[in-house]
């Protein structure tokens, strides 16, 4: 079983920054898959930014240039880089792992991003 806590949420006015960490126990992390999603009020929950074990990265289009998703496996962290922030990146921000890219096996518990405009 992994357990995933994230922290680092919080508000920020628009054009500002913010960075997420997310730590990971229960299992081998540098062999996993990580990722963060957001989930604004009313809306799906969608992938933001994924990295996997060889450090590839992957981001939705909308955080492309804004967002960095990065990982310390000696700390069994990863990290969310958000510039440049918009008030649409606002919503319940979550970490997830797993085996593949975009994981969804494993959750946190979430983390809210608040950006005014």
């Known amino acids: 079983q992994v357990q995933l806590v994230e922290s680092g949420g919080g508000s920020v006015q628009a054009g500002g920054s913010l960075r997420l960490s997310c730590t990971a126990s229960?299992?081998?992390?540098?062999?996993?898959?990580m990722g963060w999603f957001r989930q604004a009020s009313g809306k799906e929950r969608e992938g933001v930014a994924t990295i996997v074990s060889d450090g590839i990265t992957n981001y939705t289009d909308s955080v492309k240039g804004r967002f960095s998703i990065s990982k310390d496996s000696a700390h069994d962290s990863v990290y969310l880089q958000m510039n440049s922030v918009k008030p649409e990146d606002t919503g319940m921000y979550y970490c997830a792992a797993g085996d593949y890219s975009w994981p969804r096996d494993y959750w946190g518990q979430g983390t809210q991003v608040t950006v005014s405009s």
């Open positions: 229960g299992s081998t992390f540098s062999s996993m898959a």
